[in-house]
C-alpha cells in the first residue's frame, strides 16, 4: 500500500509557491519551504500537486516551472515565511495596543478568521483633509523629523543628495518584505556592478533591478510624479518587468481574478468595479494636503485593492515616497522594519479595514530612516547647487563619452562644444571642470550613477590616454 502523504506537507508547497512572484523553479520552493525535504521528494510531490490541479506547471527538463492556478499576489503568507523569520531572529517593534490586539486577531489559525472581500465603504468614507489616518501630533513630529535644514529648494533635491545610499536601502528593504533572500552587500553589488549574487534565483535578482528602475523614474522626475495614471502605471511596469505570466500586464489594471496566500481576505474580480476604485484612489490621494496622511493613504490603499495582477504591495511602498521626494522631505526606505510587523500590518488592513497596526510600523519605519538619512546627509555635507542645476546634463555627457570610447583630448573638446551650446556663458568654466572631474573620477563603484554597464566602462578604460 503506497505511503500516504501528509496533507500538512502538500499545503506548506503550495503555500511556498503562491508566496513567491510569478512561476518559480524547484530550488525556490524549496528554499521557501518552513521544514527540509530532499529535492527529489519535492518533485515527486509537486508532480502530484500538478496531477490533483492545485498547482500548474510550465515548462519541460530543468526549464520546468510552477505557479499557483490563480495569480496569487505578494508574499503574504507567514505559514511559509514563519521558518525564514525565525531563522533571521526577527525582532517585533513597539506598538500600540491598538496595534497589539489586531496583531493578535490576524495571527489565528486561518480556519478561525472570517472570509472577507473588498469594501469600497472603506474608500468612500474617507474625506481628505477631514479624515485623518494619523493623528496631528504624529503629523507635526514626523515633519519636524523628517524636514531638513535649508529652507525650501527643488523637488527631489533631499532624494538626489541621498541618492546612492536610498537606492540600494529601498530595492534591498522593499525586495526583502517580499522575501528576497540577497543580503545588504549583494544588492549593493548587484546594482554599483551588475553582478548577481551566486545561488540565488535569477527572480530575485530581476525584482531589485526593478526597484532601481522605479526609484530612478521617481527621483529623476521628482517635479513631475504624482497620484495619478502615469505615475502610478509606470511605477508598476518597472516593478514588475520580467516578473510577470503575461508580460502585458505590467502597467495595465489587472482583468483577472486573484488571490492573496494566507489571509481570508478576496480582492475585488470586477475589472469595471478596479477601475473605478483605482481612480477613486488617485484622486482622493491627490487631494491629500499632508505629505504623511498622503504617503500613508497609499500605502494603505494600493496595497488593500490589488489592482494589478501582482507587485501591489511594492507599488504601494514606492508610491509612499512619492509626496516625500515630491516634498524634498526624508525618503521612507523601510530600514530595519521587521517582515512579520510589516505583513500583520497590511493583513489587518485586508481583514479587517483597521490601519492602527500598519500604522505603527510606517511611523516606527519613518522614524528609523530619518535618523539614518540625516546621518548620511551630516557625512556628505551640504549638496552643491551648481552640481544639482546641472546634474542630468553631467550624467549625459560622462555617459556618452564613456560610451563613445573617447580619449582625453576627444573628452576635453566634447566638454567644451556641450558647455558653449547648453550651459549659459557664466557658468561654462564651472561646468567644463566639474565634468572633466567626474569623468577622471570614474571607478566601477560609481559606474551606476551615469547608468553605464561595467562592459562600456572597462572598454572605455582602454582608450583613455
Known sequence: M????????????????????????????????????????????????????????????????????VAVTGALNLIAGKARIEARGEVYLPLSPEGEKIGRAVRAPIQ???????????????????????????????????????????AGTYARTIYGRLLIDLSWNSSRLEGNTYSLLETERLLDLGEAAEGRDALEAQMILNHKAAIELLVEQA????????????????????????????????????????????????????????????????????????????????????????????????????????????????????????????????????VELLRDVFVWAYERSSARYSAVRQSLGEPDPFRLRYRVLIAEVVAAMVRAGMDRKGAAARVRQCASEQVPPADQPRFVEVVETEIMSLHEGNIARYRLRPAEFRAWRESWR
Open 223 to 354: 517635479e513631475e510624479i504624482g497620484f495619478n495614471q502615469y505615475t502610478i502605471l509606470n511605477l508598476h511596469a518597472l516593478l514588475a518587468e520580467n516578473l510577470l505570466a503575461d508580460p502585458q500586464a505590467g502597467g495595465r489594471l489587472r482583468r483577472i481574478p486573484v488571490g492573496v496566500g494566507g489571509t481570508v481576505y478576496h480582492p475585488l474580480e470586477v475589472p469595471q468595479l478596479i477601475e473605478e476604485c483605482f481612480g477613486s484612489i488617485l484622486d482622493v490621494a491627490a487631494a491629500i494636503a499632508d505629505p504623511f496622511e498622503q504617503a500613508f493613504f497609499a500605502l494603505v490603499h494600493l496595497a488593500y485593492l490589488q489592482a494589478f495582477e501582482d507587485v501591489n504591495k511594492r507599488v504601494s511602498r514606492l508610491a509612499a515616497n512619492i509626496p516625500l521626494i515630491r516634498g524634498n522631505l526624508c525618503p521612507l526606505s523601510f530600514v530595519d522594519v521587521p517582515e512579520r510587523a510589516y505583513v500583520e500590518g497590511v493583513l489587518g488592513v485586508y481583514e479587517l479595514n483597521r
Open 112 to 154: 478561525n478568521r472570517q472570509p472577507v472581500g473588498y469594501r469600497r465603504d472603506f474608500l468612500d468614507d474617507y474625506r481628505p483633509n477631514v479624515s485623518y489616518y494619523l493623528p496631528a501630533e504624529t503629523r507635526r513630529r514626523l515633519l519636524e523629523i523628517g524636514r531638513p535644514p535649508g529652507g525650501e529648494r527643488p
Open 2 to 69: 503506497p505511503k500516504r502523504i501528509p496533507e500538512k506537507e502538500l499545503n506548506a508547497i503550495v503555500e511556498a509557491v503562491a508566496a513567491l512572484p510569478g512561476a518559480v523553479p524547484v530550488s525556490a520552493i524549496l528554499a521557501g519551504l518552513p521544514d527540509e525535504l530532499e529535492k527529489r521528494t519535492l518533485q515527486r510531490r509537486l508532480a502530484l500537486l500538478v496531477e490533483q490541479k492545485r498547482l500548474i506547471a510550465e515548462g519541460e527538463g530543468k526549464g520546468r516551472r510552477y505557479r499557483a492556478p
